[in-house]
């Protein structure tokens, strides 16, 4: 099972404003590791959100931001809209184990 | 534009090897980043299944590692994944994807499905 995790689900109205929480441990937000995000629309590959905790890709729109802090990151939206739909997944380094890339549990965001 | 394909059988019977290859177009894997292999099962979250440097050197999820070889051809501009001694809980969409600590460019992802 994976060692980052997320609320299953958010939801909101169009327009509002909603955050979804990845929370690690010592080994891997706490150890200093960065923290990424993606969007996975249905039926499509995973798509670069976030990278670097808080620096968006070019062509994401800056409705999308990100944090980190302690053992934990978030990832806002702003003014959601109905195209935002669509599962979230946040990404980080553990160091235990040798060392492994470790996805979160995912996060469906229902626009109202 | 860089561009990744995934190509290999979509049905693999319990306890072969699956055999997938990813096709690297836009960017030459020799002049650098790691190539990675990620898993969706139907249904469920993202697993990472390991990684490649263009030089060879490898690292893979501890808990596939046993069953799991990452290998590249620098040539073809190409990498591949082969996971042995499969059940069907290995059926899943696999991505190959470029990545530096982050995933930045994947390919579309191809369904594998371990079934007799």
């Known amino acids: 099972q994976s060692v980052l995790t997320q609320p299953p689900s958010v939801s909101g109205a169009p327009g509002q404003r909603v955050t979804i929480s990845c929370t690690g441990s010592?080994?891997?937000?706490?150890?200093?590791?960065?923290v990424h995000w993606y969007q996975q629309l249905p039926g499509t590959a995973p798509k670069l959100l976030i990278y670097g905790n808080s620096n968006r890709p070019s062509g994401v729109p800056d409705r999308f931001s990100g944090s980190k802090s302690g053992t934990s990151a978030s990832l806002a939206i702003t003014g959601l809209q109905a195209e935002d739909e669509a599962d979230y997944y946040c990404?980080?380094?553990?160091?235990?184990?040798?060392?492994?890339?470790?996805f979160g549990t995912g996060t469906k965001v229902t626009v109202l | 534009q860089v561009q990744l394909q995934e190509s290999g059988p979509g049905l693999v019977k319990p306890s072969e090897t699956l055999s997938l290859t990813c096709a690297v177009s836009g960017y030459s894997i020799s002049s650098g980043y790691y190539w990675g292999w990620i898993r969706q099962p139907p249904g469920k979250g993202l697993e990472w299944i390991g990684s490649i440097y263009h030089s060879g050197s490898t690292y893979y999820n501890p808990s596939l590692k046993s069953r799991v070889t990452i290998s590249v051809d620098t040539s073809k501009n190409q990498f591949s994944l082969k996971l042995s001694s499969v059940t069907a809980a290995d059926t899943a969409v696999y991505y190959c994807a470029r990545t530096e600590s982050y995933f930045d460019y994947w390919g579309q992802g191809t369904l594998v499905t371990v079934s007799s």
């Open positions: 010592s080994s891997n937000i706490g150890a200093g590791y960065d």
């Open positions: 990404q980080s380094y553990d160091s235990s184990l040798s060392g492994r890339e470790v």
